[in-house]
């Protein structure tokens, strides 16, 4: 089914928001019965009474790295959060409903309040909510039991499998995957309770678009439940300004879709592309219930939503922002962090914006997942354009039950990030194995289909297929995108075999498909601090010499007009699973894992900087 509502949880003077982040309860799972806890309804009761071994957990967090224990780090199968709450009085008014969002649990989650069942959800990275109100206890003491099960199989997305081994001490369960980021798992993203009216907004749709250098357009539909007795009959929209000015205003009585044309526009423009990047406004709807021809009425319900104002097209050479072609001076991301795993941090968010900037970066993929939605709002402030992409990756076993679930995760990424300017392509899957003979029906299904959600966006995605022709993702895609690994997994030490090397690789896709060109990944890893001379995989030194060899590359590559852009992988090191080719994790990063440095860093900043003022 389409995902309905959702919107992001803002207060108004008819909205609150509660949040339940803080510190939970934890309880590990059996790992030989990772179904225990559902045969014995642990959600029935205080999990303290099932008499099982209970830490704090914090929330928003993986639960992975917080305890010194191996076996919960390791752990395979499902934990089980719990907490208490109040929720007040006043939400029980008639006329009024409360719900309860995640933003993100990792992969599967079931939810209980007060013992029954809430809201289930899976894949991970996106958010879910359910009206919770029936189950409250309002002015009352109230308890939220989740279930979370981190285990892949062949239908998830991504794809794994758990094994079966044997240890000193038994049997024992291993997750395995061919991905190489760890599979962080726990309630990820924040936690949060809202109020809205009875009658309130679901849903709204924005498309936006320049007409002229002056004047802008902004396609709205709206989704609004109308509930008797309180029918509002008319919609009010004033687009705010940033400095909170009213600069157009609308009375809608079809309640369901219109225009908003913005004269003396200030287009929503990637960061150094223009002196006021990522300029946003506040569109305001309000549902009022008018009597007669009156447009002043009582007013059930508010909702403000940022709206960047943009124009985005491509062709067969480039991609468009208002009309000029964009290069994009990017990266490859993770949402990593030490100790926090996969949870969201604010500290952490605010501080690569930061070091984004200072690099001169104007794009990145959100390799190799959906981020959080404060990361997508940030890069719609900052202007910073974003490859959405969707959890697929190493996606191998075509079956019908996982191309329904890689639909239902695009669909609900496209659902979630559609109103975001900073958006600018859907990224389908990054490196699938797809010169098996399965994966040419599996991609057309999969890109006709998103093709036919995909909101203005165009399709793309990452192959690391040898030949361009063996790929079968890339012939369904507008933008061809690539992973290569010149002087590092292949010819490793040899930065003289580079610039030649990626010239070819990256016109042969050209040549093949005769569609715009981006370089997903390209990189090395260096553990910083570590220098040798002359330079020797794993230094410093080595991914400096490895990093501008492949600028060369990508300056001869520039002048053919069809090459859009280059993402250094990675952003960051980050963790990985344990392995004899990590140290310690993925050190691939311009920057450590601590967000500082490494020499790359410097050098990527002089050619970022260089391109953005085409010095
Ligand atoms: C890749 C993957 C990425 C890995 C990277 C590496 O091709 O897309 O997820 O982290 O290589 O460093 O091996």
């Not at 990792?106 to 029954?116: C, K, P, R, S, T």
């Not at 975001?420 to 029906?441: F, L």
Request: net charge neutral; glycine share 6%.
């Amino acid at each position: 089914a389409a995902t309905v509502g959702l919107l992001y949880p803002r207060e108004s003077m008819t909205r609150e928001v509660r949040s339940l982040d803080g510190v939970w309860m934890l309880v590990k799972g059996n790992a030989s019965d990772p179904l225990q806890g559902i045969k014995e309804k642990w959600y029935a009761q205080a999990l303290r009474k099932t008499g099982h071994e209970m830490v704090h957990m914090p929330v928003p967090a993986s639960y992975n790295d917080i305890t010194v224990s191996k076996e919960l780090r390791d752990h395979v199968g499902t934990v089980w959060y719990e907490r208490d709450f109040f929720v007040p009085h006043r939400w029980s008014k008639e006329h009024q409903r409360t719900w309860l969002r995640f933003g993100s649990v990792h992969y599967l989650a079931m939810v209980w309040i007060n013992g029954q069942p809430a809201v289930k959800h899976c894949i991970g990275h996106l958010p879910f909510e359910a009206e919770v109100g029936h189950l409250l206890k309002f002015g009352n003491k109230n308890r939220i039991t989740v279930m979370v099960d981190n285990r892949l199989d062949n239908s998830t997305i991504p794809q794994g499998e758990v094994l079966e081994e044997e240890s000193d001490t038994g049997v024992v369960h291993l997750q395995s995957y061919t991905f190489d980021f760890f599979n962080y798992a726990g309630i990820h993203r924040s936690v949060q309770l809202y109020t809205t009216p009875q009658t309130y907004i679901r849903d709204i749709e924005l498309n936006t678009q320049l007409i002229n250098k002056q004047v802008g357009r902004i396609d709205y539909r709206l989704d609004a439940d109308l509930v008797e007795p309180h029918m509002a009959n008319l919609v009010l929209l004033k687009l705010h300004n940033h400095l909170g000015k009213v600069v157009v205003h609308q009375i809608n009585r079809n309640m369901r879709n219109g225009t908003l044309v913005v004269p003396n526009v200030k287009p929503w423009w990637p960061y150094l592309m223009h002196p006021e990047p990522g300029y946003m406004y506040t569109l305001e709807v309000q549902l009022i219930a008018a009597s007669g021809n009156e447009t002043d009425g009582e007013i059930l319900d508010v909702y403000s939503l940022p709206v960047g104002i943009r124009s985005l097209s491509w062709d067969n050479n480039s991609l468009y922002i208002n009309g000029m072609p964009a290069y994009l001076r990017g990266f490859g991301k993770h949402e990593d962090s030490d100790l926090r795993g996969k949870g969201l941090d604010n500290a952490l968010l605010v501080r690569d914006f930061n070091l984004l900037k200072w690099v001169g970066a104007n794009a990145y993929r959100t390799s190799h997942y959906p981020y959080s939605e404060e990361s997508m709002q940030f890069a719609d402030e900052h202007g910073i354009m974003i490859v959405d992409e969707c959890p697929s990756v190493d996606t191998d076993h075509f079956e019908p039950l996982l191309l329904e679930q890689h639909m239902t995760a695009l669909e609900q990424l496209i659902h979630r990030d559609r109103n975001h300017a900073s958006v600018i392509a859907w990224s389908i899957a990054n490196e699938p194995r797809s010169w098996n003979k399965y994966g040419a029906p599996y991609f057309k299904s999969l890109a006709n289909y998103t093709k036919s959600i995909a909101h203005g966006r165009p399709l793309t995605g990452a192959s690391n297929a040898f030949y361009p022709s063996k790929c079968m993702m890339s012939q369904f895609l507008d933008i061809i995108g690539i992973n290569r690994y010149n002087a590092w997994y292949h010819s490793a030490g040899r930065t003289d075999m580079i610039v030649n090397k990626v010239f070819e690789e990256v016109d042969s896709w050209r040549q093949e498909y005769k569609k715009p060109v981006i370089l997903f990944e390209y990189g090395g890893d260096a553990l910083a601090g570590f220098h040798m001379l002359p330079s020797s995989v794993w230094s410093e030194d080595y991914q400096v010499e490895l990093l501008s060899k492949h600028f060369q590359a990508f300056d001869k590559l520039r002048k053919l007009n069809w090459f859009i852009g280059e993402f250094v992988w990675n952003f960051a090191d980050f963790q990985t699973e344990q392995s004899t080719t990590r140290a310690g994790g993925n050190k691939k990063g311009m920057f450590t894992r601590n967000r500082q440095p490494k020499s790359t860093a410097y050098l990527l900043r002089q050619r970022y900087y260089a391109l953005a003022f085409k010095l």
